[in-house]
């Protein structure tokens, strides 16, 4: 009789512990959800990329001749203004080259005078042959004439004869030395302009050895020392790089190819950088270059945005994490990205299955987000516009302001753990 009085207590007691876990553990089934509201606001859609800091003129300075660096006045960071000398190689190699330039110019000239005096003296016998086949023509005329007249034989006519025709030979022979000699006079005038011509270049290499800052500017960069030789041979040694205006910078931004058709030139450009975390800088998109780079098969397009560096804070070469503003909007609707990805689950975890709907005319991209109503999610289609990566706007769909929509799910432990009883939870 005792034992059987204490299984009945036993089951009393089993059966109240269980009306009261039943309430609780039905309620630790029931999922809870993470509400958010419809909100109305600004929204902005970005291009996020990084980029690389650059003055927007930076100018290479190099040398056009080879040489011994034999001084350099401008360091780095140096303000320099255009024309200034900022280097010199050693001149001792272009004196003597333009010195040797002037001997050879004197020499040339004095062939010059030279050939002028032999072809006036070519002239001269060209006159002086004239004068001598003029005198045998007369003579040839007077003798033909005793000849006829018979006072003369016919053999000093004959002797006439050949001393004009030997006299008309010698002219011709005066004429072609004089013309030899105009000839090699030209010659010797051509040898000058050549010997001024090198004169010219000796002493224009002569002063490549004293190198001027082409722009006014800072020297960002120096690349050489006093005493070190260098060598132009292919191309010219870069000396220094001079930015002609620190004041204003220029970002170089690699966007992807999938974002690159939603920049335009004109559109803000907001950045930051490591040495000021806090800070923003803002610029303008000036170029979108058509030439692709191409790395780890990834295809990038270099965008250049203008941006104002009055107090100097923005040095060539820092790493930009830009954000280019490629659509605003002032007021409208949007939602939490987080509920346009949530997706109600059934009891075994798999996600509910929803209706396939026809394409829908309409501007912007179909999406739905969840509402509860009667304790169960309600999808709600929606078409939309613009994202900012966290909200996006609501174009059209049975919602309103503030209206509630389903974010997600609490964590499953944190569920349980509210559900229980008062004094049973850990």
């Not at 303000?79 to 050693?90: H, P």
């Not at 003029?134 to 005793?146: F, I, M, S, V, Y």
């Not at 132009?232 to 040694?237: E, I, N, T």
């Not at 974002?259 to 979108?288: C, H, M, N, W, Y």
């Amino acid at each position: 009789m005792k034992k059987a009085l204490i299984a009945v207590a036993l089951a009393v007691a089993a059966g109240v512990a269980l009306w009261w876990w039943h309430p609780w553990q039905s309620a630790a089934d029931m999922p809870q959800y993470r509400m958010g509201k419809i909100e109305r606001g600004p929204l902005s859609a970005a291009v996020s990329a990084s980029g690389t800091l650059s003055a927007l003129v930076t100018v290479q300075v190099g040398s056009q001749v080879s040489g011994q660096i034999l001084e350099l006045q401008a360091d780095f960071n140096a303000e320099v203004t255009q024309g200034q000398v900022i280097a010199r190689l050693d001149p001792a190699t272009f004196e003597s080259r333009v010195a040797q330039a002037e001997a050879d110019l004197l020499a040339a000239q004095g062939n010059v005078e030279v050939a002028r005096g032999n072809l006036l003296a070519r002239q001269a016998e060209v006159q002086r042959a004239q004068v001598a086949l003029d005198d045998a023509r007369r003579t040839l005329e007077r003798k033909q004439g005793l000849v006829a007249q018979n006072f003369i034989s016919p053999a000093e006519l004959d002797t006439a004869r050949a001393a004009h025709d030997s006299a008309r030979e010698s002219l011709s022979l005066a004429r072609a030395n004089a013309a030899a000699g105009t000839a090699q006079l030209k010659s010797s005038q051509a040898q000058v302009a050549q010997k001024q011509a090198a004169l010219r270049q000796a002493q224009v290499d002569l002063s490549h050895t004293v190198i001027r800052s082409p722009v006014s500017g800072t020297v960002i960069s120096r690349n050489v020392d006093v005493g070190q030789t260098v060598a132009a041979s292919l191309q010219a040694p870069v000396l220094f790089s001079i930015a002609q205006d620190l004041s204003r910078m220029q970002v170089n931004i690699a966007v992807d190819e999938a974002d690159v058709g939603r920049v335009q030139v004109g559109q803000k450009a907001r950045f930051s950088v490591d040495a000021f975390p806090g800070e923003r800088f803002t610029g303008l998109v000036t170029q979108i270059r058509k030439a692709p780079q191409t790395a780890n098969n990834v295809v990038t397009y270099s965008v250049m945005a203008e941006v104002a560096n009055p107090d100097l804070k923005l040095l060539p070469g820092m790493t930009a994490n830009a954000s280019l503003l490629t659509e605003e909007r002032q007021s409208v609707l949007k939602v939490a990205n987080e509920a346009l990805r949530f997706r109600p689950t059934q009891n075994g975890g798999t996600p509910v299955k929803t209706d396939i709907r026809p394409r829908e005319a309409g501007p912007g991209l179909p999406g739905r987000v969840w509402q509860l109503k009667d304790g169960q999610p309600l999808a709600v289609p929606l078409r939309l516009g613009v994202s900012d990566g966290k909200m996006t706007e609501i174009l059209q769909g049975d919602v309103k302001e503030g209206a509630e929509v389903i974010l997600g799910t609490e964590d499953a432990g944190n569920a349980n753990r509210n559900a229980m009883p008062p004094g049973m939870r850990r």
